[in-house]
Every structure is written in structure tokens, then in C-alpha cells.
């Protein structure tokens, strides 16, 4: 029973998915609630509590889906390059795996169109089809193009911030406050520094990951960009995203610093920066699979740590407003 349990949890990859959870609860309730307070100065909000709790869960939904549908079109190539997988390991059959995404994704639509209904905007549910549209695309297609299924994936990483904000603009609309462009113009420079971030983390990992299974996606002719130019290339090019995400960490540090923010500039730049800073150079020399892990690996802590900067800031603000 309880293996069964554990299958399942990495079947729908309960890690990846707690921290999409932690993201928006941490942006909801640090980031855009201080904004209704202190620019809208109003206790309303676009979710209540409930609301919000079906909005992270029907994103949960939506991304436990795709990873099944990933799962079930890569069952072949997990069954010979990775077989300690929950659906090549013959824990779940290829049915119950279609069915099971079926069902997540039909229940994290309907909760979506439930929000959307309850905000005055039935519009809003056609964004969980599409999303789960595109996820099924990738999984079954985009993927075997170099680059391309990595540049959908890392954008609906970054996607789950911009669908928050969508709710508040509608909330917005329906509500009139004197400073609400002000406080959407707060909200969406927050958006456009956590969602580019989640993107770019994301595209770097998964030009990584793609590197590490390059021997596997050639053998089922899965051309990633490893597969089509060589793990060189991709290896150059994921240096390249790589020195982006630095180079942005570094002109937030400067522009941090140059407004007095220091303790924000140093979160930046050594609790953030720096690790990325070292995983360039792990890449830089990684020739191994092994090595390509432990990149991948170091990524996903970049992301945890960017993440943590929101409690972070908002401890920093109130240590500030205190002083």
C-alpha cells in the first residue's frame, strides 16, 4: 500500500508540484495581499481563501496531468533507459495512466471555469484548456523539436504568476480604485521578475535534462537539441540562458544597491547569484550524465532559492518599516 502511495506521488511528481503550490501561495499572500493593503488600502481581494486554495489546487491539477500524459507517451523509452519509473515499472497500467489524466485535467478545467464564473469572467476557464492542450502537445510532439518544447514548458512554468494577475485584473475592473494602475503596475513588474525568472530557471533545466537523456531520445527519435546538434551545442546554449538569468540577478542586485536595498542586493547576489554562477561552471565542464544530474539538481535549488526571496523581501520591508 504504501509503495503504491509512493509510486503515485512521483507518478504525478508531488515535489515539483508542492513547489508551484509554494510559489503562489508565497506571491499571493506576500506580494499581492501587502499590495491591496498598502496601495489599495482594502482588506478585498480577488480570491478569498477558498478560492484561492481551488486556484493553487486546479494548477496542481493541470501540471499533474501533464506529467502523466508525459509519462504515458514516453513509456517505451522509460521502459529500456529508465525502468524504475512508476509507469514503465508496471506499478500503473498505460490505461489507468490515461484515464487518471483525463480525470485531473477534466477537474482542474472545471475548477477552472468554476473561478472564472464566480469572478465575473467565464473567459478565464478556456486558459486551463489551452494550457492543458498545450501540455499534451508537447508531450506527444513538441518535444522531438530541438528547443521548442523546452521554450513551452519553461513558459507555462512562468505562466502560473500571469493567470494569478489575470484574476486580479478582472477584479480590478470590477472594482474601482483611486490607485488601482498604480497597484497593477506594482503587481506587474512582480510578475514580469518571479514569472521570468520560473521561465528562465526552467529553460536552462530543461536543455539540461535533455543533455543528461540524450542517449534515450535519440534511440526513439526524440530530436531535442542535444539529439539534433549535439550535447555541445545544447551545453552552449544552455550557458547561454544561464549567463541571462546572471546578468538579469545582477542588474536587480545594482539597481537594489543604488536605491538602498542592501540586504535585498546581497539576497540577489549571493544567495541567488552565486549559485548560479557555480552551476555555469559545473555545466561548463560536465561531460558525464552524472554531472548533467547534479546541474539539473543545483537548478531546481535556483529555483527554490528565487522563490524564497519573496518571504525574504517582505521580511526585509517590514525590518525597513520598522527601523
Known amino acids: 500500500m504504501l509503495s503504491t502511495i509512493n509510486a503515485f506521488f512521483r507518478f504525478i511528481r508531488i515535489g515539483n508540484l508542492l513547489i508551484i503550490a509554494l510559489s503562489l501561495s508565497l506571491f499571493y499572500y506576500l506580494v499581492l495581499v501587502p499590495v491591496h493593503h498598502n496601495t489599495l488600502h482594502t482588506t478585498l481581494l480577488p480570491l478569498n481563501t477558498t478560492d484561492f486554495i481551488l486556484f493553487v489546487l486546479s494548477v496542481m491539477l493541470i501540471a499533474a496531468a501533464g506529467n502523466i500524459i508525459n509519462d504515458y507517451f514516453d513509456f517505451e523509452l522509460d521502459r529500456e533507459y529508465k525502468p524504475g519509473r512508476p509507469l514503465a515499472s508496471g506499478k500503473f497500467t498505460l490505461d489507468f495512466a490515461m484515464y487518471l489524466h483525463g480525470a485531473l485535467a477534466f477537474a482542474g478545467i472545471g475548477i477552472g471555469f468554476y473561478l472564472g464564473w464566480s469572478n465575473g469572467k467565464m473567459q478565464l476557464g478556456y486558459i486551463y484548456i489551452i494550457c492543458t492542450l498545450l501540455l ?63 521561465f528562465i530557471t526552467s529553460l536552462a533545466r530543461e536543455i539540461v535534462k535533455d543533455i543528461e537523456d540524450a542517449e534515450g531520445d535519440a534511440a526513439h527519435d526524440i530530436n531535442t537539441l542535444a539529439v539534433q546538434f549535439g550535447a555541445n551545442v545544447a551545453k552552449a546554449a544552455g550557458v547561454i540562458v544561464l549567463l541571462a538569468l546572471l546578468g538579469g540577478i545582477g542588474y536587480f542586485a545594482y539597481n537594489f544597491y543604488m536605491g538602498g536595498a542592501i540586504k535585498e542586493a546581497l539576497y540577489m547576489g549571493l544567495i541567488v547569484g552565486l549559485p548560479v554562477a557555480v552551476v555555469i561552471s559545473m555545466l561548463t565542464v560536465a561531460k558525464q550524465a552524472k ?26 520591508s517590514k525590518m525597513a518599516a520598522a527601523a
Open 136 to 198: 499534451y502537445v508537447y508531450s506527444s510532439y513538441l518535444k522531438k523539436l530541438p528547443l521548442v518544447g523546452n521554450i513551452v514548458v519553461a513558459a507555462l512554468s512562468g505562466f502560473v504568476f500571469v493567470l494569478l494577475l489575470l484574476f486580479e485584473a478582472n477584479f480590478l475592473t470590477i472594482i474601482s480604485f483611486d490607485n488601482a494602475a498604480y497597484a497593477m503596475k506594482i503587481l506587474l513588474w512582480q510578475v514580469y521578475f518571479y514569472g521570468g525568472f520560473a
Open 291 to 316: 554531472q548533467y544530474t547534479n546541474v539539473s539538481l543545483l537548478i531546481k535549488v535556483i529555483m527554490l532559492l528565487g522563490i524564497l526571496s519573496i518571504p525574504a523581501f517582505y521580511l526585509f
